[in-house]
């Protein structure tokens, strides 16, 4: 069964500070890996998508960064911020089948403390 | 419109009640999902169409569960006698054709069977 797992569960951190969130995954192949933000009680909003040839690529102060050999990507957020309270996921998209149906993290929820 | 949109946003329903919930995506999508989140849970997939191709219900939890998608725009979400665990937000994703592309989130429909 293609997964998708995230850690840490949670974090809290200081506002300014850096924080990196994980994610491993077993989809395999896979079209695409995505990075979501959720706030509490909206839908997901994209931060960042790679295939499988890149590895790395930013939205302003998110970095992602993939290591398709071994099924790993990482999201640092630099310089945090209180907006940036929030669930983030891990979605990877398979390849072939045709359905291209993305598989979901359970998010790492996020607490940015003033 | 600009977004994908989802009504009602909020739904709360006796238990053994049907319920609808509507999907507007976003103007010329071909793909669209249907996810079910639960209070602190990931998203789990119930249903995909893309374009005219039947769509991959593989996803759906019950046969008192169905979707509809008419024209290849809007969408339904049917529950047939809701029960408790049907408790969730369901949210509404839509893609252009191209795999690799953003999927974009509804904020979602809230429901509460009680």
């Known amino acids: 069964k293609n997964q998708v797992e995230q850690s840490p569960q949670s974090l809290i951190i200081l506002e300014g500070k850096n924080c990196t969130l994980q994610?491993?995954?077993?989809?395999?192949?896979?079209?695409?890996l995505r990075w979501y933000k959720q706030d509490t009680g909206r839908g997901p909003v994209s931060l960042t998508i790679?295939?499988?040839?890149?590895n790395t690529k930013s939205n302003g102060r998110y970095t992602a960064t993939l290591d398709a050999d071994t099924k790993q990507s990482s999201l640092h957020i630099t310089a945090s911020q209180l907006s940036d309270s929030a669930s983030y996921i891990c979605?990877?998209?398979?390849?072939?089948?045709?359905?291209?149906?993305?598989?979901f993290g359970r998010g790492t929820s996020l607490i940015v403390h003033p | 419109g600009a977004g994908v949109s989802q009504s009602p946003s909020n739904k709360v329903t006796e238990k053994g009640k049907d319920v609808e919930l509507r999907c507007d995506p976003i103007?010329?999508?071909?793909?669209l999902y249907w996810y079910r989140q639960s209070l602190g849970q990931g998203l789990e997939f119930l249903i995909y169409?893309?374009?005219?191709?039947?769509?991959?219900k593989s996803g759906l939890p019950s046969d008192r569960f169905s979707a509809e998608r008419t024209g290849g725009s809007v969408s339904t979400l049917t529950i047939q006698r809701t029960q408790q665990e049907d408790s969730a937000v369901y949210l509404c994703?839509?893609?252009?054709?191209?795999?690799?592309?953003?999927?974009?989130f509804g904020e979602g429909s809230w429901l509460t069977v009680v």
């Open positions: 169409f893309q374009g005219n191709s039947a769509p991959d």
């Open positions: 103007s010329g999508h071909t793909a």
């Open positions: 790679m295939t499988f040839s890149e």
């Open positions: 994703a839509s893609r252009d054709t191209f795999p690799g592309n953003t999927i974009y």
């Open positions: 979605v990877v998209v398979p390849l072939g089948g045709g359905s291209y149906i993305p598989t």
């Open positions: 994610c491993n995954y077993t989809v395999s192949p896979f079209s695409n």
